[in-house]
């Protein structure tokens, strides 16, 4: 059974940073992309950042383009999104996904998810 958990969200005020990170059981990332997505209240599940095996592609959405960074650690079988510079509009519950091979922005082709962890960044 694969499962995704996501850990590292918290409180944080506005400017600050904060490392999630993603790991699995019954999955192994490579082979896989693994993307970042965040959903705040009332909105939809927005696409932030995902990076691919192998090769490490990645790709950000506009917005936390510079401020975040994603990346992985194979031998940990865990990728992070490291985020600073942090604004009260990225509060949300973000969330990590897994899909086969191929980069995706779009929600619905990604296969796995996990739980969410929130992320507040106070003003």
């Known amino acids: 059974q694969v499962q995704l958990v996501e850990s590292g969200g918290g409180l944080v005020q506005a400017g600050g940073s904060l490392r999630l990170s993603c790991s699995a059981s019954?999955?192994?990332?490579?082979?896989?992309?693994v993307g970042w997505f965040r959903q705040a209240p009332g909105k939809e599940r927005e696409f932030v950042a995902q990076?691919?095996?192998?090769?490490?592609?990645?790709q950000y959405a506009d917005s936390v383009k510079g401020r975040f960074t994603i990346s992985r650690d194979n031998a940990k079988n865990t990728v992070y999104l490291q985020m600073s510079s942090l604004k009260p509009e990225d509060t949300a519950v973000y969330y990590c996904?897994?899909?086969?091979?191929?980069?995706?922005?779009?929600?619905?082709?990604?296969?796995?998810w996990g739980q969410g962890t929130q992320v507040t960044v106070s003003s």
């Open positions: 996904a897994a899909r086969p091979l191929r980069l995706g922005v779009d929600r619905n082709e990604y296969d796995y």
């Open positions: 019954g999955l192994t990332f490579s082979g896989y992309t």
């Open positions: 990076i691919r095996w192998p090769g490490s592609v990645t």
